[in-house]
């Protein structure tokens, strides 16, 4: 089972780079958005990576909103990309604090 997490902070253009061989527990994942309670991304379900597209998870914080957390312009760079190219979609919305992609083999896909 092996796997990478990419934690995007809002405020910052650099990304943070977790690698896993194991299923990522609820603490690790909670810690990436700082807390938060886990909110998948919608549609947010494929991420390109040297050309080539992969399965994903990408969570962000449900309350990041409400919370006012700033715009996370990196993450929703690479969401609006996956909802024009993948699933057609015009994107409208825009993502706020941290936000986390997960990737990886099968196995551990089939745990989250």
Same mark, same amino acid.
């Given at each position: ?21 194991? #299923?990522?527990?609820? /603490? !690790?994942? &909670?810690?990436?958005?700082? +807390? ?21 998870? #990408?969570?962000?914080? /449900? !309350?990041? &909103?409400?919370?006012?957390? +700033? ?42």
């Amino acid at each position: 089972m092996k796997g990478t997490m990419w934690v995007f902070p809002a405020d910052s253009r650099d990304k943070r780079v977790v690698e896993f061989d194991h #299923a990522p527990r609820l /603490e !690790e994942l &909670k810690a990436a958005i700082d +807390g938060g309670w886990l909110e998948s991304v919608p549609y947010f379900n494929e991420i390109e990576i040297g050309g080539k597209w992969h399965r994903c998870w #990408a969570v962000c914080d /449900e !309350e990041g &909103k409400l919370k006012g957390l +700033g715009v996370n312009p990196r993450a929703t760079m690479l969401w609006h990309k996956t909802l024009r190219q993948r699933h057609g979609l015009a994107p409208s919305d825009i993502l706020v604090g941290p936000v986390f992609v997960i990737f990886g083999d099968d196995e551990l896909m089939a745990t989250l």
